[in-house]
């Protein structure tokens, strides 16, 4: 089993409680609190998917907006001379910062297999 489960472009944990002997979770990349647990993988599953779909109806019945998550669009936080480095790249390539930044994220997830 995998450390993280995936439905409808969301994202949950997985974590265990030797003191409860039960599977548990939360919904990853949003603010809201959504968890679920289960005692077996076959019920952690199915619980986080129910997660997600209460989720979304109780966010249509209160007429909110479900936050959807990794939009995009992060932060990173560079020394002085990797940004230089990265920005004197992207200007030599004639290339967007943000491109050269995407394609070496892109490169390296490939190549670490994440």
């Known amino acids: 089993m995998s450390s993280l489960l995936r439905y409808k472009d969301y994202l949950g944990s997985v974590d265990y409680s030797d003191d ?3 599977f548990h979770g939360k ?3 949003i603010r809201d609190l959504v968890t679920y647990e289960g005692t077996d993988v076959a ?3 199915s619980a986080f998917r129910e997660a997600v779909d209460d989720y979304l109806k109780t966010c249509e019945m209160k007429g909110k907006k479900p ?3 990794y939009k995009g669009s992060f932060n990173v936080r560079l020394t ?3 940004h230089l480095k990265a920005a004197t ?3 030599r390539h004639k290339k967007k910062l943000n491109t050269v930044v995407s394609e070496a994220l892109a490169h390296y997830l490939e190549s670490h297999r994440a």
């Open 67 to 69: 936050e959807t998550t």
């Open 89 to 91: 790249f992207a200007i």
């Open 80 to 82: 002085h001379d990797l």
């Open 20 to 22: 409860d002997e039960v």
């Open 27 to 29: 919904l990853q990349g």
């Open 43 to 45: 019920s952690l599953k």
